[in-house]
């Protein structure tokens, strides 16, 4: 089912200004200024920022006149269904959207899901670029067919845009996605706050890592453990009790956890990079007896069961990533591209390094929040993220009026 969002919940202010010729030159170095999104018929190029999306879209009909200059099909290709719900969830229609929003026609329109086959993502890619797209949005499900995608498209004049994982090794032209060492970075502080509020003494913990084929697992592991646990391991204060393989598959994650928590009967937490992998796990330990607020355990994507475990009080919190941000800057991004015009520098706002191509690739970061019952309703649920009737279903209803949120 797609959760849709309400409402028009300003993130940042739009200002309008008209710039001649070609528009701004891209940046690869931070800038958070506000966006001037305005054009005419006389020929001037919009402009737009990160600061100016907002969950109502309203910000991509000022790229209408960049639209209409463009020739070709945009095409999406998702991974998968499993390793999230977001991408059914979320990512598919806020695509949709943004790209109707923008005036692209829906014969223009392309979003598919590989659902985790990497032979069908690139036939998929190979077939979008022969039936007229100009611009693909690849959320590679590794770099291996990341990078295969890309060489086919650049054979054939095709512009691609890393959509969320970046592909190593790769050439894309531009990179979307959320600063995702700072996903991790959420991660583990959430974790450690979680540790002192539920007063766990001496934690035992099991940490998890995601699929070692994703660079962004890579990079959430760099910010939760790197950054925030190693300190914690190295000071004596927690034991690093083991360290799994790592997947992004629910079961598999559950199969790595069970085997730690059997051979190991002191372990009391757990730090999980994701919320569809933590939900199965939470599950295995309330059939285990563990009562809320006792064995800590974290997550991200904020998706409805992962939510509901935080206000239960078996998750400490989960990364909140709103897409449709993430959504809309790829997108902009697209059409400029479409319409062989240079993005924006207050667009384009970060660089991100390719690690196997030793290149910085200019990129649109986001900006990812924890979320605990504590800021639930100011994000989640002001956001229209998930419906509240669904959140508070049930049992939850009492979990949801103590955070303060109404059905």
Request: glycine residues 8%; aromatic residues 8%.
């Amino acid at each position: 089912m797609l959760f849709r969002r309400i409402g028009a919940v300003a993130t940042a202010l739009l200002t309008v200004a008209i710039i001649a010729g070609c528009g701004s030159s891209s940046s690869s170095s931070s800038s958070s200024s506000s966006s001037s999104s305005s054009s005419s018929s006389s020929g001037t190029t919009p402009t737009i920022a990160t600061s100016s999306f907002t969950n109502d879209f309203t910000a991509m009909a000022t790229l209408k006149p960049l639209t209409s200059e463009g020739k070709g099909k945009i095409a999406a290709i998702l991974p998968d269904t499993i390793s999230s719900t977001r991408y059914v969830e979320f990512d598919q229609p806020d695509i949709k959207k943004a790209l109707q929003m923008a005036g692209l026609p829906s014969s223009d329109i392309i979003v598919q899901n590989a659902l985790g086959s990497d032979s069908t993502q690139l036939t998929d890619a190979q077939t979008d670029i022969t039936n007229g797209a100009t611009v693909l949005l690849v959320d590679p499900i590794d770099s291996g067919v990341g990078t295969s995608i890309e060489k086919y498209a650049a054979s054939h004049g095709v512009a691609v845009i890393d959509y969320d994982r970046l592909t190593l090794g790769g050439s894309r032209k531009y990179y979307v996605s959320f600063d995702n060492t700072a996903v991790g970075k959420l991660i583990g502080q959430g974790f450690v706050s979680c540790v002192a509020a539920w007063k766990i003494a001496k934690p035992q913990v099991i940490v998890m890592h995601g699929a070692t084929t994703d660079n962004n697992a890579t990079l959430f592991y760099t910010g939760y453990y790197n950054q925030v646990l190693k300190p914690q391991f190295n000071s004596g204060k927690y034991v690093d009790v083991a360290n799994t393989a790592g997947t992004w598959d629910p079961p598999t994650a559950l199969t790595e956890f069970e085997a730690a928590y059997t051979a190991h009967k002191n372990v009391n937490s757990a730090v999980i990079p994701n919320d569809e992998t933590g939900a199965p796990i939470i599950t295995y330990l309330q059939t285990h007896g563990v009562k809320p607020k006792t064995f800590p355990t974290t997550g991200q994507d904020a998706t409805l069961t992962g939510l509901q475990n935080v206000l239960s009080g078996y998750q400490c919190g989960t990364v909140y990533k709103p897409i449709y941000l993430e959504a809309q800057a790829a997108t902009a991004l697209a059409l400029y591209i479409r319409a062989n015009k240079t993005a924006p520098a207050g667009l384009v706002n970060g660089s991100t390094e390719d690690t196997t191509a030793h290149v910085l690739v200019p990129s649109v970061l986001e900006t990812p929040e924890w979320v605990t019952p504590t800021n639930m309703n100011a994000t989640i649920v002001k956001d229209n993220f998930v419906p509240t009737s669904q959140l508070c279903a049930g049992k939850y209803a009492a979990y949801c009026k103590a955070a303060g949120i109404t059905p």
